[in-house]
């Protein structure tokens, strides 16, 4: 059998990683500021995270979710704590589309309506209804195209209000920071306006934290930095380190009821043990604080380069935009300066994503290659 070929491939093939580096099958090290999409927070394969892995699939890996998993409430008790949100309710699931799927599904059902509004140049996933709130038609099937949604420009208040008057809206989603789309972000004003604009239309604030979540910019959520409080998060990438796990955060006011959200996979155990492992690392080694002062030097570091016109986004969510497209100078930091960083919609944006344990060494390294590139 043959895989589907759905994915454009570098000819890199990583077998092991440490930290912030990826090794090839020829023991060549490439340093990793892309941490796989986002994903990894706490650096590959950290000990601590390896070793409660390792003992939980000795103890057991899974069991449904039809008994008690004390790892769970652990998991939420310890998410609650580190994250600020202590009040908030936690389901659990498997993927990012998946927790936007369940967060448009109990806004649906909270609300009784099913229209949605979400923002130009949105990512929010590829299942049915995160796929129709996703600002790509490329990527949408006829099915998908059932959702009713709305997108609308970031930071047009007078818009949204518009169509929140009409009263079909159930829930308005955006992302903390957008990722896929390039690293805009509405002002505090926007953030603050929508959350009011919510409550007095009765449709729920969703906030997608999926990438822009679990430290990467410098705050443990990044609408954290612009002073609201939405009725419900989503969160995955890097809640797992790798392990595949999302969740998604709901204010104490939703009423939960049997039978109104549920998974096979998700909250077992295995992935309970990968998650509590990367909240206790993200505290003990001070990881939003190394994410702040090394965002910091990386932006210093970054004006100084020809070519950059503008450093967009926050924390570790970073996006240097040339004055040229960066296919080519992506594909020679991975073949010629063994470096990992990501694209995006825009063609002009070189994504920077690295593990949340990154030192100034790496950013050193990176400035180095690109000056010598471009
Ligand atoms: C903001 C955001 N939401 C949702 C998703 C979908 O997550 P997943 O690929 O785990 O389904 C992504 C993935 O890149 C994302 O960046």
Do not use: W
């Not at 929010?124 to 609308?152: E, K, M, W, Y």
């Not at 308005?172 to 002002?187: A, F, K, M």
């Not at 604030?205 to 609408?223: A, T």
């Not at 986004?313 to 497209?325: A, K, Q, S, W, Y």
Request: charged share 20%; aromatic share 8%.
């Amino acid at each position: 059998m043959n895989l589907f070929d759905v994915y454009p491939l570098y000819d890199v093939t990583p077998v092991k990683a440490k930290d912030m580096y990826v090794y090839d099958q020829n023991e060549v090290e490439y340093l990793d500021l892309y941490g796989g999409h986002g994903v990894i927070s706490i650096g590959h394969s950290h000990p601590h995270y390896t070793n409660a892995i390792t003992e939980q699939v000795n103890a057991i890996g899974f069991y449904s979710n039809a008994i008690q998993n004390p790892l769970q409430q652990k998991l939420a008790t310890l998410l609650g704590k580190v994250s600020g949100r202590e009040t908030d309710q936690l389901f659990l699931c498997n993927s990012g589309a998946e927790a936007v799927e369940n967060a448009l599904k109990l806004a649906s059902f909270v609300t009784g309506k099913s229209r949605v509004i979400a923002f130009k140049n949105a990512f929010h996933g590829r299942t049915s209804a995160a796929v129709s709130v996703t600002d790509n038609p490329i990527i949408q099937a006829p099915i998908n195209q059932c959702n009713p949604t709305t997108f609308l420009p970031l930071n047009q208040l007078d818009l949204l209000e518009n169509e929140l008057r009409k009263g079909t809206v159930s829930a308005v989603i955006i992302e903390g920071i957008q990722g896929v789309g390039g690293l805009d972000e509405g002002t505090s004003a926007f953030f603050k306006g929508v959350e009011r604009l919510c409550k007095e239309h009765e449709a729920l604030f969703i906030v997608d934290e999926i990438q822009s979540g679990y430290g990467r910019s410098g705050h443990f959520f990044s609408f954290q930095a612009h002073d609201i409080e939405p009725d419900i998060i989503t969160v995955a990438k890097g809640m797992g380190n790798g392990f595949p796990i999302a969740g998604i955060l709901i204010g104490s006011h939703i009423e939960a009821k049997h039978g109104m959200l549920g998974t096979t996979f998700g909250g077992n155990h295995l992935a309970c043990a990968a998650a509590i492992a990367v909240l206790e690392v993200i505290q003990q080694e001070a990881l939003l604080e190394n994410t702040q002062a090394m965002s910091t030097y990386f932006i210093q570091q970054a004006q100084q380069l020809k070519g950059v016109k503008q450093i967009k986004g926050r924390g570790l969510m970073l996006g240097l935009e040339f004055d040229v497209e960066v296919a080519t100078l992506r594909k020679k930091l991975i073949y010629d300066k063994h470096i990992f960083t990501g694209g995006a919609t825009n063609k002009n944006l070189l994504r920077i994503l690295p593990p949340l344990t990154i030192k100034k060494n790496h950013i050193d390294q990176c400035i180095i290659a690109l000056k010598d590139l471009v």
